[in-house]
């Protein structure tokens, strides 16, 4: 077995975790107070009492909704630089974090408030020891074209962010929708990975689909193509990363997923372990691994490997990976 102490200490990348899922309910008041929004109480307890979900989709509408008090370039940095404090807390070394700029924009931010907010977070970071990446995700209940035209708005930011993304609402918005805008995103420069939801209805289909289709070096979550052998040689063959969340599963699938975490560690599947929404989800990296480790009664052997395909998954050079472990 695995001490506590073991796994804080471990060097460790995220390659998971949503900004806009590390608005704690503190920070949350705290902005709503300073930008005068009307959150609909003033008392943390009554607002931590609306986090209730047991679904994607319930879990969206919280997640979105909470996303009003973010108004100005200060709001996205605290955002981000509180999560990156907790981040070096936790021994992450790099993190990728997922931002939804239309999530933002949709709602009269500009998305220059957002990636000035967020970048400048990323670069402070580098002073308390972490080094931060961003990945831009396109909302998948958004059309094709409004992923079009984030992917446009992002071109004068290009070298502030490394890679583009796929979340929110996954029923009904598969893959194959975003072929166009991730073509793009492939020729211009940035790496690519997409959601796929635990226990979607079509997850083997969508899996299928961001695999060979449209050629996602990750799937975040992804932990179903277990239940196809010939997506395990696949993603084997092709050395693909899964960020698998077991906090997150929990709520969302009420199964952490433990079983299907240990068949593809076995089958050397680069899998790793991640937040996802560490304010939703009650907890950031290190009470995942925690969670996972004695649910699941891993060995040290296998902790340390989830950490080190954290590495070998993360888009950094070599010299770089082995410089953090
Ligand atoms: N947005 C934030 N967290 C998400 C998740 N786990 N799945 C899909 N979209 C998300
Ligand atoms: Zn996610």
């Not at 300073?34 to 609306?50: P, R, V």
Request: hydrophobic share 40%.
């Amino acid at each position: 077995t695995v001490s506590r102490e073991f796994i804080d200490n471990l060097p460790k990348a995220e390659l998971h975790v949503h900004l806009e899922g590390t608005l704690e309910p503190e920070l949350r008041l705290k902005l709503a107070q300073k930008n005068h929004i009307d959150i609909g109480t003033t008392s943390l307890e009554n607002l931590k009492a609306t986090y209730q979900y047991d679904t994607l989709a319930s879990f969206l509408a919280v997640y979105y909704s909470a996303m009003a008090v973010l108004q100005t370039e200060d709001d996205f940095y605290d955002l981000a630089f509180t999560y990156l404090k907790k981040a070096r807390q936790n021994n992450v070394r790099h993190v990728e974090m997922f931002f939804d700029p239309q999530a933002h924009t949709s709602r009269g931010i500009s998305f220059e408030t957002v990636i000035n907010g967020l970048s400048k977070a990323a670069k402070d970071a580098k002073e308390i020891g972490v080094d931060a990446q961003l990945v831009m995700c396109f909302l998948r209940d958004f059309s094709k074209e409004s992923a079009r035209k984030t992917l446009l708005a992002a071109e004068p930011y290009h070298e502030k962010i490394l890679g583009i993304g796929l979340d929110s609402d996954e029923h009904n918005n598969p893959p194959l929708k975003f072929s166009t805008p991730f073509e793009k995103a492939v020729s211009s420069g940035y790496h690519i990975t997409m959601h796929a939801d635990v226990d979607q209805i079509d997850s083997i289909d969508h899996i299928k689909q961001a695999l060979e289709v449209i050629g996602v070096e990750r799937l975040d979550h992804g932990t179903n193509i277990v239940e196809n052998p010939d997506l395990i040689k696949f993603a084997c063959a092709h050395k693909i990363g899964l960020t698998s969340c077991p906090n997150s599963n929990k709520f969302l699938s009420q199964d952490m997923k433990n079983h299907e975490v240990k068949t593809l560690l076995d089958y050397n599947v680069k899998i790793s372990i991640n937040s996802d929404d560490p304010a939703y989800f009650g907890g950031f990296i290190n009470d995942n691994y925690w969670a996972i480790a004695q649910t699941a009664n891993l060995t040290q052997a296998q902790v340390v490997k989830l950490a080190k395909n954290s590495f070998d998954t993360a888009w950094i050079s070599e010299k770089q990976k082995a410089s953090y472990q």
